[in-house]
């Protein structure tokens, strides 16, 4: 008899101690820091807008109609890659076609006038973040760090109608009066889904905002862009 009590006793406390393991083991797989290589394909849909303010330093211009500007809805794509450097910690680098803009839209009460247009500020950006993630098959991701970018191009379109209908438009491109280079505070928030150990999709809020000027040193305004809105990338661990 003692010797039943003491072979159930033992099978009861390994089988215990195993299943404590196996318990731990999931809980360490489930919720764990990823330390993975982790390639990004990335579109930004976010709502772009901007400060602007007379440079009181040269001309001190008024703002006229641009004060009635309003923010516009743009996208931006980025390919990106993520490496670990310091225990949960990952460098998030790489390239970024980014834009900002904004848009005018101006009617007659009492014809048939109307104008409007829409800008855009186009660069080639290489965001700088310092990111981590936790979790495994579903992870929380965050990110923050610097967007220093190019300038690429201005584009602005305008379409506008007479007094008795007539429709006409333009395109304004102009290079010479902007700052060649800007640098933006950047941050994500959001969910990591994992389909398999290589493939995945990120979907996070992003906010973008910049730190230095739009126009060079002696134009009529100060102009700083800021965006916000969502990142949905494709990823590839590896």
């Known amino acids: 008899m003692l010797r039943i009590l003491f072979f159930s006793a033992f099978f009861i406390i390994c089988f215990t101690s195993k299943a404590q393991l196996i318990n731990e083991s999931k809980a360490q797989s489930k919720f764990s820091f990823n330390q993975n290589n982790t390639l990004y394909f990335g579109i930004d849909f976010h709502n772009t807008f901007r400060e602007l303010y007379s440079n009181t330093a040269f001309l001190s211009s008024p703002l006229g109609e641009r004060e009635y500007e309003v923010p516009r809805w743009m996208n931006s794509y980025s390919l990106r890659v993520e490496i670990p450097v310091f225990r949960i910690f990952k460098i998030n680098s790489g390239l970024s076609f980014q834009q900002n803009g904004e848009s005018y839209n101006w009617n007659s009460v009492s014809t048939d006038s109307s104008f409007a247009y829409q800008t855009s500020f186009k660069y080639i950006a290489m965001p700088i973040q310092l990111s ?59 969910m990591h889904y994992h389909f398999s150990e290589h493939i995945g999709a990120q979907l996070s809020a992003l906010y ?19 965006a916000v809105g969502l990142n949905l990338a494709i990823s590839y661990q590896f």
Do not use: M, V
Request: glycine share 6%; aromatic share 14%; with cysteine.
């Open 208 to 226: 973008r905002t910049q730190l230095n000027n739009t126009y060079k040193e002696f134009e009529d305004y100060i102009h700083k862009a800021y």
């Open 132 to 190: 981590i993630e936790y979790g495994n098959k579903i992870s929380i991701y965050a990110a923050l760090g610097l967007s220093p970018a190019i300038f690429n191009s201005y584009l602005q379109k305008s379409q506008w109608t007479n007094e008795l209908g007539s429709i006409d438009s333009d395109e304004t491109n102009i290079q010479d009066n902007c700052n060649s280079f800007i640098i933006s505070f950047q941050g994500n928030l959001g």
